[in-house]
């Protein structure tokens, strides 16, 4: 019997999110060496393998790809005093408590966030790192470290802050670094960690946090860096009418120009939010192919706004979902948030414009686009074998008569079972590769003593 080897068999209902939207009833997948070799189709006969499951009752779907998030603030979810706030009076009131971020905080909080995505179906998440307090320069190493342990595609950033209160920024200066710091840090990290190689699980991008807080010149030394060893950009634009009334009186200049000006404009950049663009700036950003990750649980907590979603993706722009948060959603659970794109844009354009396939391929293929990715985001053979299981037996599905849209108009649910690179990381609905338990009686430890908050009964460790 082949080494590593994973049989899905007489799967109910298989969604290939090829381009040409293949669903399969009956068929079974054959897994090698963390890659997806074959699609069986139903009768046929089963090759040998060392794990077997039983998809007789799954709804199976291309793992889902956050494209988007800030797992830290999991430490800071429904935070009293900025639950009712927008984007600038949320981040005033954060700021100060995200400045005592130490290690194991960040540590703890990678893994709660880390947990709650692959629980909700996702194989992929970006990270958004950006708070760096003096003398904690090993935080993304350690996201890193966590990301690996549990064992979840990661596509971390190095983000950062550099203008800080006293020179017009938003940031306390408490938070900011300088310049040469974050550029000789994200090259650290690009050197020690970045794996381009098909297949990888952990590739690096630079991701200068938002206009109000870096200046354009560090934008333009980071996009430099980035060609220098070919990683993506990322940052936060277009994400409230504060930020544009802000780079309009600070620049001169909309946040597209700004981002054009300093070299950020083209395919290997992808932007959080993208909320506020006219229909020119729409159009130059599909010219560039430039993706979009679409939040859409955040831009309604925030109250921000509607993302044009549909014009962006006519334009020729990838555009993936993120959860974004976990402050401002408060919640990483990706299946919710396919459903709460779908949801925000029949509203806005009614439900024949927007379908669950339009909203599916924006939590896989488009999302994996976004992340430059061409080997996960469909389950196509050659593909890796990112995979999400989830159970038709569930309450919420019952009685369900196409399982695929049950996926998103059905309340939405855990996985019973994902596999990650050919792995099974989540089983029966429960993680594998370490003990929620602890994950999460230490999150919630961690979280008390950030905030300052004696430690209940139910944060203690069982
Ligand atoms: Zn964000």
């Not at 068999?9 to 068929?27: F, N, Y």
């Not at 229909?279 to 649980?297: D, V």
């Amino acid at each position: 019997m082949p080494g590593r080897t994973l049989l899905i068999r007489d799967i109910h209902t298989l969604s290939l999110m090829d381009p040409a939207g293949t669903v399969r009833h009956g068929a079974s997948l054959y897994i090698a060496g963390g890659e997806i070799r074959q699609v069986l189709p139903s009768g046929a006969a089963l090759p040998p393998a060392r794990q077997v499951v039983d998809g007789r009752h799954a709804v199976v779907i291309p793992g889902l790809v956050n494209t988007h998030h800030h797992l830290y603030q999991t430490l800071t979810r429904a935070y009293g005093p900025a639950a009712d706030a927008e984007l600038f009076d949320w981040l005033r009131a954060l700021y100060p408590v995200w400045a005592r971020l130490d290690e194991e905080a960040v540590h703890a909080a990678a893994l709660a966030g880390i947990a709650e995505l692959l629980l909700s179906g996702c194989t992929t998440t970006t990270d958004h790192f950006y708070v760096f307090p003096r003398g904690r320069s090993a935080l993304l190493d350690t996201q890193i470290e966590a990301a690996r342990r549990i064992g979840i595609r990661f596509h971390p950033t190095r983000g950062s802050m550099s203008v800080g209160r006293s020179n017009g920024g938003l940031p306390p200066d408490s938070v900011v670094q300088t310049e040469d710091r974050i550029l000789a840090d994200s090259e650290r990290l690009i050197r020690k960690y970045h794996d381009p190689a098909p297949g990888s699980m952990l590739r690096l991008a630079l991701a200068p946090c938002s206009p109000f807080s870096v200046s354009p010149q560090l934008m333009r030394d980071t996009a430099a860096l980035a060609a220098r060893h070919a990683v993506r950009l990322h940052t936060h634009l277009a994400e409230t009418r504060d930020e544009e009334a802000y780079c309009l009186e600070r620049f001169g200049k909309r946040p597209l120009d700004l981002l054009e000006d300093v070299g950020w404009l083209g395919p290997n950049t992808w932007l959080a939010h993208g909320i506020f663009f006219n229909r020119g700036e729409i159009a130059r950003l599909g010219r560039a192919g430039t993706g979009i990750a679409h939040c859409p649980t955040s831009n309604m907590r925030l109250g921000s706004g509607c993302a044009p979603v549909l014009a962006l993706r006519r334009a020729g722009c990838p555009v993936g979902l993120g959860v974004d948060g976990s402050a401002s959603n408060d919640s990483s659970h990706m299946l919710a948030e396919a459903r709460q794109a779908l949801l925000m844009h029949r509203l806005k354009h009614g439900a024949a414009a927007f379908g669950i396939r339009d909203a599916l391929r924006m939590a896989t293929v488009e999302g994996a686009r976004c992340l430059g990715r061409d080997d996960i985001g469909t389950l196509e053979p050659g593909k890796r074998a990112d995979i999400a299981l989830f159970d038709l037996r569930n309450a919420a599905y019952s009685g369900a008569g196409d399982p695929l849209s049950a996926l998103l108009l059905c309340a939405p649910t855990q996985v019973h079972t994902l596999i990650v690179n050919g792995r099974i990381v989540v089983q029966d609905g429960e993680l594998r590769t370490m003990s929620l338990d602890r994950i999460l009686s230490d999150h919630r430890r961690r979280a008390a003593s950030l905030l300052g908050r004696p430690v209940t009964p139910s944060a203690a460790r069982p």
